[in-house]
């Protein structure tokens, strides 16, 4: 059985200067790109929030749970991985949310159509760490799918960024209650 790295929307978008930034997102880049470099990992696969046209939930006035202000727009700068994330060695790219919300990488599918589980299980990933962008929302929810398909799942802390303490020590809460290994 091998480990993996899923990396969760490192994009433009949801760092300093995009649509949705959040602090500390380009040095969360920098970080897992030496990671990704290391060695550590049996695989490497990415996650991207890619909108086509998503519904509800873009919005002119959003609440920030639901709807959101508009964001990785497919084809865009702001859906691009960040400069600071080298994805060479990134084996796969899983696409979510073209034509609704998508917070798990596991809602997402590669060009082809396969699901992050069924990548996973065919590349005999038994252990995960997740990493990426935002501890609160994709993060999270990437982390409890994964936990949920049964891989065995870390949440790297120090190799992610979240929006705001009160919303990451909740998601903190719930992952440890559902699991997840914190580190």
Not at 8 to 31: I, R, T, Y
Not at 79 to 92: I, K, N, T
Not at 106 to 120: P, R
Not at 159 to 171: E, H, N
Request: hydrophobic share 45%; proline share 3%.
């Amino acid at each position: 059985m091998a480990n993996a790295l899923i990396v969760v929307d490192v994009q433009n978008d949801f760092c300093e200067g995009g649509s949705l930034a959040v602090a500390g997102g380009a040095a969360v880049a920098a970080a897992v790109t030496r990671l990704i470099g290391s060695g550590e990992y049996g695989h490497v696969v990415a996650t991207r929030d890619y909108h086509v046209d998503p519904g509800a939930h873009f919005s002119d006035d959003p609440d920030f749970v639901d709807s959101w202000p508009p964001h990785c727009r497919a084809g865009t700068p702001g859906a691009s991985f960040h400069p600071e994330l080298d994805v060479s060695g990134v084996e796969a790219v899983f696409s979510k949310g073209a034509y609704e919300a998508a917070y798990s990488g596991f809602e997402g599918t590669t060009a082809d159509g396969t699901t992050l589980a069924a990548w996973l299980r065919a590349h005999d990933v038994s252990d995960v760490d997740v990493v990426g962008i935002a501890t609160d929302h994709c993060v999270r929810a990437t982390a409890l799918d994964a936990a949920r398909e049964g891989f065995a799942t870390t949440v790297r802390l120090d190799l992610t960024a979240g929006v705001s303490a009160a919303t990451v020590d909740k998601a903190l809460q719930e992952l440890t209650a559902s699991g997840v290994r914190l580190g």
